[in-house]
Nanobody, 121 residues
């Protein structure tokens, strides 16, 4: 059983910053990638940022230059530093991990419960 637990969401003013954290726990053999997705009201879930096992990254165009994803592999934890936040960043942010539970299983995707980020004056 794998669980992803997010933290760090909340209410912030435009131009402010938040740092999200997500810790994966349970039966984990190896993690291929971890990332953050978000879903705003009335919209589909979209990729925000991902970081792979070799620490290469990718970002949505809308957050490039403002958000930074990083990880602590020893703790199976991924972070999302969000700077210069805009109202349009308001969404539920979900942590995702692509991982193997054992060396003989194929990797699967796991999701956290989500954390609300609200950017408002």
């Amino acid at each position: 059983q794998v669980q992803l637990v997010e933290s760090g969401g909340g209410l912030v003013q435009p131009g402010g910053s938040l740092r999200l954290s997500c810790a994966a726990s349970g039966s984990i053999f190896s993690i291929n990638a971890m990332g953050w997705y978000r879903q705003a009201p009335g919209k589909q879930r979209e990729l925000v940022a991902r970081i792979f096992s070799i620490e290469s990254t990718n970002y949505a165009d809308s957050v490039k230059g403002r958000f930074t994803i990083s990880r602590d592999s020893s703790k199976n934890t991924v972070f999302l530093q969000m700077n210069s936040l805009k109202a349009e960043d308001t969404a539920v942010y979900y942590c995702n991990a692509n991982l193997r539970t054992t060396s003989w299983t194929t990797p699967n995707d796991y999701w956290g419960q989500g954390t609300q980020v609200t950017v408002s004056s």
